[in-house]
């Protein structure tokens, strides 16, 4: 006897909303105009019909991905060294939750309109909070912002090696000076992610606050 036919997938309308849902399941590395069109179970023409090309239906996804992201703000008693070093371990944890975040965030485009709004309205709380410029707004919450990314994406991921190898290092007996620094600092990632961004914040505040800093 003949087996039944599997049931095709049940088609869900196209709307950009649809799209987003289906592109953020997927992750951004994934996305695709084919592997929505699957996901959506309609044709790759009816994709196309809603975007211009695969890089905007990717900045569709990640602009929501950021709309659904709400960045911590400075709270009315916390100092500004605190709140960026909380801002900058958010932002790790954006970018470690969603795959190829990162590479949206370094390169915003004046397209980026949910993104550059976002990142306005967090300048600003730090502008009216601690009493700046807004240079010296900008530049803080950028520089931190950018070295978190960074930091999140490249150097200290959830790839990172395992605990261990730092222990075998720090237990060489023909290195002078490399164990010493392995016994002080927790050399775990997220030990050493905030160990590295106390280092940016420390520095980008004292660079704002210097007199010249506007003259820059």
Request: charged share 25%; glycine share 4%; aromatic share 6%.
């Amino acid at each position: 006897m003949d087996q039944p036919a599997s049931p095709s997938p049940r088609k869900r309308r196209v709307t950009p909303e649809t799209m987003a849902e289906a592109g953020i399941a997927l992750t951004l590395p994934k996305v695709s105009v084919k592997a929505v069109a699957d996901s959506l179970g309609v044709s790759i023409v009816a994709i196309y019909n809603n975007i211009d090309d695969l890089r905007s239906l990717k900045a569709l996804v990640a602009e929501e991905i950021l709309r659904r992201w709400s960045p911590p703000l400075p709270g009315d008693d916390e100092s500004m060294h605190d709140a960026l070093l909380s801002l900058a371990s958010a932002m790790r944890e954006l970018v470690h939750t969603n795959p190829g975040i990162a590479e949206y965030l370094i390169g915003l485009t004046p397209s980026s309109i949910d993104a550059l709004r976002m990142a306005d309205a967090v300048q600003t709380r730090y502008r009216t909070r601690y009493d700046l410029t807004p240079k010296q707004a900008t530049w803080a919450v950028i520089t931190v912002a950018e070295h978190a990314v960074a930091l999140a994406e490249i150097v200290y991921n959830r790839a990172r090696r395992d605990r261990e190898y730092d222990d075998a290092i720090a237990a060489r007996t023909d290195l002078e000076t490399l164990p010493g620094a392995y016994d002080t600092v927790d050399r775990g990632p997220d030990g050493m992610f905030l160990w590295s961004m106390r280092t940016v914040v420390v520095g980008t505040l004292t660079l704002i606050q210097d007199p010249d800093f506007e003259k820059v």
